[in-house]
């Protein structure tokens, strides 16, 4: 029997994990500040878009967390609740464009501590 979460869990890896560091994933680890910065801003700040508009990934976790509270406590949910969080706080300076190479290395690893947790959550509940 599949456990309750999962179909929770495949969507916030999809919809989450998978677009938060979309960009992220093609670039080199040599990029230009200019080119890292546009890709942040395409993965944090519109990681989901559609028709009707986009979202945020703090957004999108606020709308996806519910469907996994019965988890908690779980280490992968607190490692990704610790990430977004940083990622939400660092929302102002990167629509700014004010983050310097630090803060923006700090910000993609934050990204991608999302997508990493989540499939590992998915993993653990798929069996």
Do not use: I, N
Not at 62 to 71: C, H, M, Q, Y
Not at 80 to 101: F, Q, Y
């Amino acid at each position: 029997m599949a456990h309750p979460c999962l179909e929770a869990a495949r969507v916030a890896k999809h919809d989450l994990g998978k677009y938060v560091s979309f960009q992220l994933r093609w670039l080199p680890a040599d990029a230009p500040d200019s080119e890292l910065l546009d890709a942040l801003r395409a993965d944090v700040l519109q990681t989901r878009r559609g028709p009707s508009g986009s979202e945020s990934a703090p957004e999108l976790w606020a709308r996806l967390r519910p469907g996994l509270s019965p988890l908690d406590p779980d280490p992968d949910l607190a490692a990704v609740d610790a990430a977004v969080a940083a990622l939400a706080a660092a929302v102002p300076a990167l629509e700014a464009g004010a983050l310097d190479a630090a803060a923006m290395s700090a910000l993609a690893d934050d990204a991608r501590a999302v997508a990493r947790h989540l499939a590992a959550l998915f993993k653990r509940l798929r069996g």
